[in-house]
Antibody, heavy 118, light 108 residues
Framework: QVQLVQSGAEVKKPGASVKVSCQAS????????MHWVRQAPGQGLEWVGV????????SYAQKFQGRVTMTTDKSTSTVYMELSSLRSEDTAVYYC???????????WGQGTLVTVSS | EIVLTQSPGTLSLSPGERATLSCRAS???????LAWYQQKPGQAPRLLIY???SRATGIPDRFSGSGSGTDFTLTISRLEPEDFAVYYC?????????FGGGTKVEIK
């Protein structure tokens, strides 16, 4: 069965960086794009960006440009999202979700809580 | 960027009642790439409807989607206790992908 398993919760200080992982299983890893979506406490869903695990190409939401980096490791079917220059407003649950072109998000990771606090 | 506006913000209903949720887009959603997700506290969103009106695998037929262009609706024909949750619409036809602000369906 399809599974997206994310790394555990993180607590970071303002200005630091965080790297969250998402390991996929149960399907052909390179045939789905992997997206990242975040949700601040009590708030809605916000798209962060996407990576194509096959070639490594990325596209990021404008507000995260310059601060986010998504990478992939095909040997372990894992994608990573690194967010730098953290501020308190980045406190959120970060989800990975797989998607094909023209299709919605059909499977999501369990979420990773990133807390930014001094 | 396509802005999605959901209404109402909160819907207070009783089990067995019909729920009608609205999602309005700031511009036409290309190729009917409009989806609805359900989210319960502490859980990831779950896909309910895609392509405006197609139910995802395993979704009961009391959930239905309709609409076109800029106006879309999610209808739950008879609310079951497990349906009380937050619902989000999403357009996935153009970048950046965007979500509506959500509608909370709560028990009256």
């Amino acid at each position: 069965q399809v599974q997206l398993v994310q790394s555990g919760a993180e607590v970071k200080k303002p200005g630091a960086s965080v790297k969250v992982s998402c390991q996929a299983s149960g399907y052909s890893f390179t045939t789905y794009y992997m997206h990242w979506v975040r949700q601040a406490p009590g708030q809605g869903l916000e798209w962060v960006g996407v990576i194509n695990p096959s070639g490594g190409t990325t596209s990021y939401a404008q507000k995260f440009q310059g601060r986010v980096t998504m990478t992939t490791d095909k040997s372990t079917s894992t994608v990573y999202m690194e967010l730098s220059s953290l501020r308190s407003e980045d406190t959120a649950v970060y989800y990975c979700a797989r998607k094909q072109v023209g299709q919605p998000f059909d499977y999501w990771g369990q979420g990773t809580l990133v807390t930014v606090s001094s | 960027e396509i802005v999605l506006t959901q209404s109402p913000g909160t819907l207070s209903l009783s089990p067995g009642e019909r729920a009608t949720l609205s999602c309005r887009a700031s511009q036409s959603v290309s190729s009917s790439y409009l989806a609805w997700y359900q989210q319960k506290p502490g859980q990831a969103p779950r896909l309910l409807i895609y392509g405006v009106s197609s139910r995802a695998t395993g979704i009961p037929d009391r959930f239905s989607g309709s609409g076109s262009g800029t106006d879309f609706t999610l209808t739950i024909s008879r609310l079951e206790p497990e349906d009380f949750a937050v619902y989000y619409c999403q357009q996935y036809g153009s970048s950046p992908l965007t979500f509506g602000g959500g509608t909370k369906v709560e028990i009256k």
